[in-house]
């Protein structure tokens, strides 16, 4: 069976601080990965999509990136974090066919920029 | 970009009534996923629905593809203290292979 993993669970971060968030997945191959963003209003706002290794597609002009340097690791970085970078960061993965898309969640990271 | 209205933003019921909730877009999906989210925790999903008219079942839930394609609704039978939690719909149009559409989520309460 897949499982997502995503780690840390909670990060407490200073404004200016680097970022770095991971995800893996096991049990599947080339999955097509994904990183929302959720904040306090409930909303899942869709941040990155990968659909292979160093394929990177962007949703949201931002200050975070994404990058996918294994095939079922997906990790989101920021340089310097806002404020507003503050909220729940939630990784995805669905199948590559395109006839079955459903997506599967992580357990989330809980991110705080003081 | 595609919107999805999700209603009722929020509900407070007894334990043993039904519920039921919606979702409805401008345009047309050839998806409909409906998911529950715990406090703390990444949502799960519940159903998937893949066909216009499809009506499937999942223990107390039931949730339907509306023929339009353009809606999607999830009931809750008798419901429990545990059902507490965000429910979201989402759906994939197909103009997008890789992408879902969320609705902003159903808050549901259950008094025991």
């Known amino acids: 069976s897949q499982t997502i993993h995503q780690w840390p669970a909670t990060l407490v971060q200073p404004v200016g601080s680097p970022l770095s968030l991971e995800c893996t997945v096991e049990g599947t191959s080339n999955p097509n990965l994904y990183w929302y963003r959720q904040a306090a209003g409930r909303g899942l706002q869709l941040l990155f999509y990968?659909?292979?290794?160093?394929?990177i597609s962007s949703e949201v002009p931002q200050n975070l990136s994404a990058s996918r340097p294994q095939d079922r690791q997906f990790i989101l970085s920021s340089k310097k974090l806002l404020l507003s970078d503050s909220g729940f960061y939630l990784c995805?993965?669905?199948?590559?066919?395109?006839?079955?898309?459903?997506?599967?969640f992580g357990p989330g990271t809980r991110l705080t920029v003081l | 970009g595609q919107q999805l209205n999700q209603s009722p933003q929020s509900m407070f019921i007894q334990e043993g009534e039904d519920v039921s909730m919606n979702c409805t877009s401008s345009?047309?999906?050839?998806?409909w996923l409906w998911y529950k989210q715990d406090p703390g925790e990444g949502p799960v999903l519940l159903i998937a629905l893949y066909k216009a008219g499809e009506l499937t079942s999942n223990g107390r839930l039931t949730a339907q593809f509306g023929i339009t394609r353009k809606d999607s609704f999830l009931n809750i039978s008798a419901s429990i203290p545990s059902d507490v939690g965000i429910y979201f719909c989402a759906g994939r149009s197909g103009g997008s292979n890789y992408k879902l559409t969320f609705g902003k989520g159903t808050l549901l309460t259950v008094n025991p």
């Open positions: 990968s659909v292979g290794i160093g394929q």
């Open positions: 995805a993965w669905s199948r590559a066919e395109s006839s079955t898309d459903t997506q599967y």
């Open positions: 345009s047309i999906f050839n998806t």
